[in-house]
């Protein structure tokens, strides 16, 4: 049952983290490191639902713990900034890095 919930919380934190990436390209070198960690943390959540949607349970615990690690460094990136998307993108990350954890 944790594996649909961790799926589930990385799809809609690789969503808002595309967002907020989008967001801040257009905010010049204003938010790099943002951009950075947001295209990071996205391509990590879109990995992190493919190996649990699979049931890979030889790397699900691995995978998850290394999500939740790098959603919580994109959360505390995002929480620098006053943008909208920004701050529904640490809550996504915040989110999904406690699913992760839950999850193996």
């Known amino acids: 049952m944790h594996h649909k919930e961790c799926?589930?919380?990385c799809l809609d934190?690789?969503?808002?983290c595309e967002a907020?990436?989008?967001q801040?390209?257009?905010e010049n070198d204003k938010h790099l490191?943002?951009?950075?960690?947001?295209t990071t943390?996205?391509?990590i959540c879109n990995l992190c639902?493919?190996?649990c949607m699979r049931g890979d349970l030889a790397f699900c615990k691995e995978i998850c713990e290394l999500c939740a690690k790098i959603c919580d460094a994109c959360a505390a990136e995002c929480e620098k900034h006053d943008e909208e998307?920004?701050?529904a993108c640490a809550k996504a990350c915040r989110e999904c890095a406690a699913a992760c954890r839950k999850c193996c």
């Not at 490191?33 to 947001?38: G, N």
């Open 20 to 22: 907020c990436a989008y």
């Open 7 to 9: 799926v589930q919380s």
């Open 49 to 51: 639902a493919r190996i």
């Open 13 to 16: 934190c690789l969503k808002a």
């Open 33 to 38: 490191e943002c951009f950075k960690l947001c």
């Open 24 to 26: 801040c390209c257009l």
């Open 85 to 87: 998307l920004c701050k």
């Open 41 to 43: 943390c996205a391509d």
